[in-house]
């Protein structure tokens, strides 16, 4: 009896512990999102979980190649829609929105691939169809089979703390190419930057590592 009320007496403790851990570990070290397009296709399907490492982007700096998830930076998304009316539900999202389990609805994200960073100058197309960085032609082996690597043509020049971001599935992407004339001009600033994506955790079908890709060597 007395083991019993000794751990009833600290569950409040435990709970509140665990809770504290949970906040830490999706504030500093990793965060799990849902892909709810095909914008990222075939390196990430809909309605994949993916696995978010937030650890680099404390003292590493973001890369070409890396496939990110980040805020909104201006209004790319529409308002984001409730429709659930059941109070259960509402709660038990929200206790998961809090665990770091599921995202805030009303802080709304994107996952895109890093194109070109602050200082790269980014040009699609060339003759020959291709996209180049800092004057040299890339060969892109994650774009989704059958796109080219833009239907639009563009030059940017990527301010420093910016990036250029763009979908694996460029036919189904409204990316940076498509918000060219918004207050960012089309790039995301680094500190919208959440992190990087790691893995697909879910479906078990799925489960893999997402590497890097920098397709500049140079």
Same mark, same amino acid.
């Given at each position: ?8 007496? !600290?569950? &409040? ?52 190649? /890396?496939?990110? %998830? ?5 209004? $790319?998304?529409? !308002?984001?829609? #409730?429709?659930? =009316?059941?109070?259960? %539900? ?7 929105? =809090? %665990? ?36 040299? #032609?890339?060969? #892109? &082996?994650?774009?989704?089979? *059958? ?7 563009? /030059? %940017? ?6 990036? $250029?971001?763009? *979908? ?12 060219? !004339? +918004? ?18 955790? $879910? ?10 890709? +920098?397709?500049? =060597?140079?």
């Amino acid at each position: 009896m007395g083991k019993k009320g000794s751990l009833l007496k !600290e569950l &409040p403790i435990l709970v509140v512990v665990a809770l504290v851990v949970s906040l830490f570990i999706k504030s500093f070290l990793v965060q799990f999102f849902y892909i709810p397009s095909g914008s990222m296709e075939n390196t990430l399907q809909i309605k994949d979980r993916v696995a978010v490492n937030k650890v680099p982007f404390i003292s590493d700096t973001i890369k070409r190649g /890396d496939v990110v %998830v980040f805020r909104d930076p201006n209004n $790319w998304l529409p !308002e984001p829609y #409730e429709n659930s =009316t059941n109070q259960f %539900v509402a709660k038990a999202k929200s206790a998961l929105v =809090t %665990v770091g389990v599921l995202p805030n609805p009303a802080k709304q994200y994107l996952v895109k691939r890093v194109i070109g960073v602050g200082g790269d100058r980014v040009v699609c197309c060339t003759m020959d169809g291709k996209l180049t960085i800092n004057g040299v #032609e890339v060969t #892109e &082996p994650y774009i989704f089979a *059958g796109n080219k690597p833009s239907e639009m043509n563009f /030059d %940017v020049t990527v301010p420093k703390g910016k990036l $250029w971001v763009m *979908g694996d599935h460029r036919g189904a992407s409204a990316d940076s190419r498509y918000h060219q !004339e +918004d207050i960012n001009k089309g790039f995301v600033p680094e500190s919208k930057v959440s992190g990087r994506v790691v893995g697909v955790i $879910w479906p078990f079908k799925h489960i893999t590592y997402v590497p890097r890709v +920098d397709v500049l =060597t140079k």
